[in-house]
């Protein structure tokens, strides 16, 4: 699987990541509002991480899709853009993502983000797609009334990071195709 943008190309993960998987996600600023990605961050992690994403991408049918992005002029992986928990039948997934912080403020996870909603509902045919951020994650949480997903509740400490063993309370959003469609006018 590849999608390319205007600056990113969004890719499968291969063992070659794990170097530069560790130097952006081995950051705290990074990690604070991921629910399974430990801090600190080392090698035997992201060596871990790559083999179930390599073994997943192989699944037929597949249900979840763990992307590189890495930015064309790099030539290198700067961050993680993903459709978790497809689902064929129900027609759903889940999107998610983190960037290293070197990265942040460019618009490169709204030009990621746009790329693989295109790919979810056109591609994949999904009617709907969910969106999880921690409350306190503001920017994650803009994004997604940037793209349009809708407030449809919020969860009291639901979820607990593994990176600093806090709890949080979890916005729950979703987007319908029909939603997204009309956006794309």
């Known amino acids: 699987m590849r999608l390319v943008t205007r600056r990113l190309i969004i890719r ?11 130097r952006n996600a081995n950051n705290l600023n990074v990690s604070r509002y991921l629910l399974k990605v430990p ?3 080392r090698r035997r992690d992201a060596e871990s991480w790559v083999a179930m994403c390599i073994k997943e991408s ?12 890495e930015l064309k002029s790099e030539k290198r992986f700067i961050g993680v853009i993903s459709l978790t928990h497809v689902d064929r039948f129900q027609g759903t997934g889940r999107i998610g993502f983190w960037l290293g912080e070197d990265y942040w403020g460019q618009g490169i996870m709204s030009e ?12 994949l045919k999904l009617r709907r797609i969910n969106w999880n951020a921690f409350v306190e994650n503001k920017a994650s949480n803009a994004l997604a009334r940037k793209f349009g997903f809708v407030f449809e509740g919020r969860r009291r400490k639901s979820l607990r990071s593994k990176a600093t063993g806090r709890v949080h309370d979890d916005n729950l959003r979703g987007l319908l195709i029909e939603e997204w469609k009309k956006k794309q006018r």
């Not at 499968?12 to 560790?22: A, Q, R, T, Y």
């Open 39 to 41: 801090y600190p961050y």
């Open 112 to 123: 990621a983000i746009e790329a693989v909603l295109k790919f979810g509902f056109e591609k």
């Open 12 to 22: 499968e993960i291969k063992k070659s990541d794990v170097k530069d998987i560790v």
């Open 58 to 69: 192989k699944e037929k049918p597949r249900a979840n899709y763990q992307m590189a992005i």
